[in-house]
Nanobody, 126 residues
Framework: QVQVAESGGGLVQAGGSLRLSCAAS????????MGWFRQAPGNEREFVAA????????HYGDSVKGRFTISRDNTKNTMFLQMNSLKPEDTAVYYC???????????????????WGQGTQVTVSS
């Protein structure tokens, strides 16, 4: 089993920045990729970004390209999401997830991820 836990959410004004962290523990050697998803009230869970654990290849959702940066520190089993130029529409609960399966391209589908954190709230005020 793998456990993942997010931290770093909060309240920020539009145009500001936040950095989210996701710490993985347990059988972390089974992780192939990790990703960030978000869900606002009344909306479906949305893909934000993903990173392949070994190679560091990244993939972003269209709504965050150029503003968010995903990265990882393999030595600490931790993934990060640097969020810049935040907009009110970025307000959501942000979830960290881990995928065990090898894929040629990291998945954008939440159903493909095996382990999930509890989520951290990000609120962007206008």
């Amino acid at each position: 089993q793998v456990q993942v836990a997010e931290s770093g959410g909060g309240l920020v004004q539009a145009g500001g920045s936040l950095r989210l962290s996701c710490a993985a523990s347990g059988r972390t050697f089974t992780i192939d990729a990790m990703g960030w998803f978000r869900q606002a009230p009344g909306n479906e869970r949305e893909f934000v970004a993903a990173i392949t654990w070994s190679s560091g290849n990244t993939h972003y959702g269209d709504s965050v390209k150029g503003r968010f940066t995903i990265s990882r520190d393999n030595t600490k089993n931790t993934m990060f999401l640097q969020m810049n130029s935040l907009k009110p529409e970025d307000t959501a609960v942000y979830y960290c997830a881990a995928d065990r399966r090898f894929r040629l391209v990291t998945s954008t589908r939440s159903d493909d991820y095996d382990y999930w954190g509890q989520g951290t709230q990000v609120t962007v005020s206008s």
